[in-house]
């Protein structure tokens, strides 16, 4: 985060409010704002095909819109294939599963006398797995644009995929598995007809998200705010068990951005952490100071970790945290001084 030389930045003690605040929704459609929407192109059967998403990121179980547009057809019709994979929730292990299957589906586009042709689809984004050590705001998904036939080759690699070997050592995929993730995300020499069908250029891979909600944090900060202005942003937390937590910690941090951090603004927060303990179905509110110094949407994100003896107990609590925005807008012009009239 940046050094703003900030002086007079001031904590504010926590407070014990009531569970209904953590019904709060505030900030969803600063959040579609949050980062740029992917676009790529493929070519497929001479033509060219333009796909967009038209958001970075969304809730989660809420549908992204891929638009494909494609120009230099022939004929009446293209068809199209999709795939969407979510985040199996093992990246970063020695040998990660295979990605969650989301959607498969051949979209056919109507082609006009020009050659040219649009089809806009929705895709709900659920059943991504949230890695929680890899302290991340986001689930991520991976839409996939090819020709059908990529696409059900893909598919069917799949559903025959499969890690074995783990109760006797390091697991591995079986043939089905390898030979998927290969296609899908280690690249390579390919031969045979998948040199063809997953070629340079005849695959666009766009980058979906969804944002981590954790029912016991609740994030309560304005929709816009003015550039270089101190606000306050408030979460509330709330110990879901039955039983006490102690050593907990609560961070708010500003990630700029889903997967590149250098995509978007940050902010000064004070403080960035907040230490506390909470009895069964307790809650508390915290209130943080936070002065952005660039206009643009600001990530926030507030998680919890236990340093505590009874963190099991709080699982739900620490598993994920929740992610909200605030638009930084510019500040108003200061109106002029009205001019002094007078007699000499």
């Known amino acids: 985060m940046r050094n703003l030389g900030l002086t007079a930045f001031v904590l504010t003690t926590c407070v014990l409010v009531p569970a209904a605040v953590h019904h709060l929704r505030a900030g ?19 033509a060219t095909i333009h796909a967009k998403l038209d958001h970075a990121i969304v809730d989660p179980g809420e549908a992204i819109h891929l638009t494909l547009a494609a120009s230099g057809a022939t004929g009446k019709r293209l068809d199209v294939g999709v795939l969407v ?9 020695r040998v990660p599963s295979p990605p969650v299957a989301v959607a498969h589906e051949t979209v056919r586009l109507p082609i006009d006398a020009s050659g040219n042709g649009t089809k806009e689809i929705a895709v709900a ?3 991504a797995a949230f890695n929680q050590y ?7 998904y991976t839409v996939l644009v090819m020709a059908p036939k990529a696409a059900d080759r893909l598919a069917l690699l799949h559903r025959r995929a499969q890690l074995i070997g783990g109760d006797e050592g390091i697991p591995y995929y079986n043939k089905s598995g390898e030979r998927f993730m290969q296609l899908y995300a280690w690249g390579g020499d390919l031969e045979g007809e998948d040199a063809k069908l997953f070629a340079e250029g005849a695959v666009a891979r766009l980058a979906a998200h969804t944002r981590s909600i954790n029912r016991a944090i609740a994030i309560e900060t304005p929709a816009t705010t003015a550039v270089g202005q101190v606000f306050t942003v408030a979460v509330v937390v709330k110990n879901p068990g039955k039983k006490a937590a102690t050593g907990l910690e609560l961070s708010l941090d500003t990630p700029a951005g889903v997967l590149d951090e250098s995509e978007g603004i940050s902010a000064l927060v004070m403080p960035d952490t907040a230490t506390f303990d909470l009895a069964a179905g307790e809650s508390r509110r915290f209130e ?14 507030a998680r919890v970790t236990c340093n505590g003896d009874e963190c099991e107990a709080v699982d739900a609590l620490t598993s994920s945290g929740t992610f909200d925005a605030t638009e930084i807008v510019p500040a108003k012009a200061a109106d002029p001084a009205p001019a002094i009239i007078g007699a000499k």
């Open 85 to 93: 994979y979510g985040s199996s929730g093992s990246e970063g292990d």
């Open 125 to 127: 984004l659920r059943g």
């Open 288 to 301: 943080f100071r936070v002065m952005p110094d660039e206009v643009g949407v600001l990530g926030l994100h």
């Open 28 to 46: 969803h459609d600063q959040v579609l704002k949050f980062g740029a929407p992917d676009a790529q192109e493929l070519e497929l059967g001479g």
């Open 134 to 140: 890899m302290d991340t705001a986001f689930s991520h």
